[in-house]
C-alpha cells in the first residue's frame, strides 16, 4: 500500500491542530470542565473530521496533563492538581515581577493605554473564560518589553494555572478584587518606579492564589 502524499499528510495535520486548539480552548474556557468525559466520535462530528486526528490531538493533551486517558478508562478532562498550585503562583509572582521591573523604563503612554482598555473591559465583563484572557492580555502588555525567554516561562505556568483562574472568575468578590489589583499595577506603572511595578505585580499573584485557596476551602465546608 503506497504511502499518502504531502496533501494528505497536510490535511490530517491540519485537522489534528483544529482538533487540539478546540478542545484545549473548551477545557480552559468552558465548556468542558475537570472530569468531564470527552467522546472522539463527538468531537470529529462536531468539527466535521475524522477521528484518527482527534485521538492524536487527544494524545497529545494528555501529554500536557489536560487529558487523562488509558486502555478501559474512558477519556476525561484531568483534575487540576492543587498541590502545585502554592508553588505555581509563587514562581509565577516572581518572574511576572521581573516581567514588570525589566518593562517599567520601555513603556509608553500606548502601552498605559492598551492596559486601561484591558482593565476597564475586565469591569464590565462576567464570563470566566473571557476574564482570563483579558487578564493575560493586560499582563501581556508588559511582558512583551522584557523579552521572549521571560515570557515563554511565564506562558508555562499560566498553562497550569488557566483553569484555576477561571474558577476563581466564577466568584464575583474575587472578581472585584482583581480589578482592584489592577488598577495599583497600572498606578505603579503609570509612576515610572520599576520597583513599584513589580511589587504590585508580585503581590497580584499572591493575592490570587490566597483568595483561590479560601474559595477551595470553603467549597470543602
Not at 44 to 64: D, F, H, K, N, Y
Request: proline share 5%; hydrophobic share 45%.
Amino acid at each position: 500500500m503506497p504511502l499518502p502524499g504531502p496533501e494528505t499528510a497536510s490535511s490530517f495535520a491540519n485537522a489534528q491542530d483544529l482538533a487540539y486548539s478546540a478542545i484545549r480552548n473548551w477545557i480552559f474556557n468552558g465548556p468542558l470542565k475537570p472530569g468531564e468525559i470527552i467522546r472522539d466520535v463527538d468531537v470529529a462530528t462536531l468539527l466535521g473530521i475524522s477521528r484518527t486526528p482527534v485521538r492524536e490531538a487527544i494524545i497529545r493533551l494528555a501529554q500536557e496533563g489536560l487529558i487523562d486517558f488509558g486502555k478501559g478508562r474512558k477519556t476525561r478532562v484531568s483534575i487540576p492538581n492543587v498541590a502545585r498550585a502554592p508553588d505555581l503562583y509563587r514562581i509565577g509572582g516572581t518572574l511576572d515581577g521581573l516581567a514588570a521591573e525589566w518593562a517599567t523604563p520601555k513603556l509608553t503612554a500606548a502601552h498605559l493605554d492598551q492596559m486601561r482598555a484591558c482593565h476597564a473591559a475586565m469591569n464590565d465583563e462576567k464570563d470566566a473564560g473571557r476574564l482570563v484572557t483579558l487578564d493575560l492580555e493586560l499582563h501581556a502588555v508588559f511582558r512583551a518589553l522584557a523579552g521572549d525567554v521571560l515570557s515563554g516561562m511565564l506562558e508555562g505556568i499560566e498553562m497550569e494555572i488557566g483553569r484555576f483562574e477561571r474558577l476563581a472568575f466564577d466568584d464575583a468578590e474575587i472578581r472585584s478584587l482583581t480589578w482592584g489589583d489592577h488598577s495599583l499595577i497600572i498606578d505603579a506603572f503609570a509612576s515610572g518606579d520599576p520597583q513599584a511595578a513589580a511589587q504590585a505585580v508580585k503581590q497580584n499573584w499572591l493575592n490570587a492564589w490566597n483568595r483561590l485557596e479560601q474559595r477551595l476551602r470553603a467549597a470543602k465546608g
